[in-house]
């Protein structure tokens, strides 16, 4: 059965991951959250549907490569009748990042942060901008108030935490800009396990990552 959805990404958000647009770190989260929203894989759907509607209305150009959108033609807009997707994860965790971070939460490394928070950083492409990482945060505790300085998305694979936005819950996703300041606080039984992509690395992951690297060396 699925999850019960009340926070979503942003409308502006789901077009760029319709025309195949958004950098590798945003992607990974939106692909994490259509694999359990069904309303937001039909919205995605629709805008294919319509920017393969509009691109056969343009003049032939000689292109080095074909646009993202075109190579949804067979699967989305010239077969209406295709079923939902063959959605399949592995536990709590996206199917495509079981290669990056194992199968299990429970069984994961994780590096501390801060009391009673941990964080896990997940490796980009080669030249991919953007900082892809796991949160854990144990039951009840904070993360200190800041804002970002650029987007920031969150998808919940565990537990739930609140902020002044409202309650985050397991497929919720929370899609914010450099406007956005908050502190969220993890479910005081649950605590809260979340994927996070944001444009630019946050200053309290600096320090662990720039650890990890140099005990990795």
């Not at 770190?25 to 509607?53: F, N, P, T, Y």
């Amino acid at each position: 059965m699925e999850k019960t959805i009340t926070h979503h990404p942003d409308v502006a958000t789901l077009m760029c991951c319709s025309a195949g647009s958004q950098p590798e770190a945003c992607a990974a989260v939106i692909a994490s959250h259509l694999a359990v929203c069904s309303q937001c894989r039909a919205e995605v759907r629709r805008m294919q549907k319509i920017g393969v509607a509009l691109f056969d209305t343009l003049e032939p150009e000689c292109l080095a490569a074909p646009p993202p959108i075109v190579s949804m033609r067979a699967a989305e807009a010239d077969n209406p009748d295709k079923k939902e997707p063959c959605v399949i994860s592995a536990g709590e965790i996206p199917q495509f990042l079981v290669s990056c971070v194992g199968p299990c939460l429970d069984k994961m490394s994780w590096d501390p942060v801060g009391r009673g928070v941990w964080t896990h950083a997940i490796a980009l492409s080669p030249g991919a901008c953007g900082d892809l990482r796991l949160l854990k945060v144990e039951p009840g505790a904070e993360l200190p108030e800041h804002d970002h300085p650029g987007w920031e998305l969150t998808l919940i694979l565990r537990g739930s935490y609140t902020d002044e936005l409202g309650t985050f819950r397991p497929g919720d996703v929370a899609d914010l800009d450099a406007e956005v300041k908050h502190r969220p606080v993890a479910c005081p039984k649950d605590g809260c396990i979340c994927l996070m992509a944001s444009e630019h690395k946050l200053s309290l992951f600096e320090r662990v990552d720039h650890a990890r690297s140099a005990g990795d060396r």
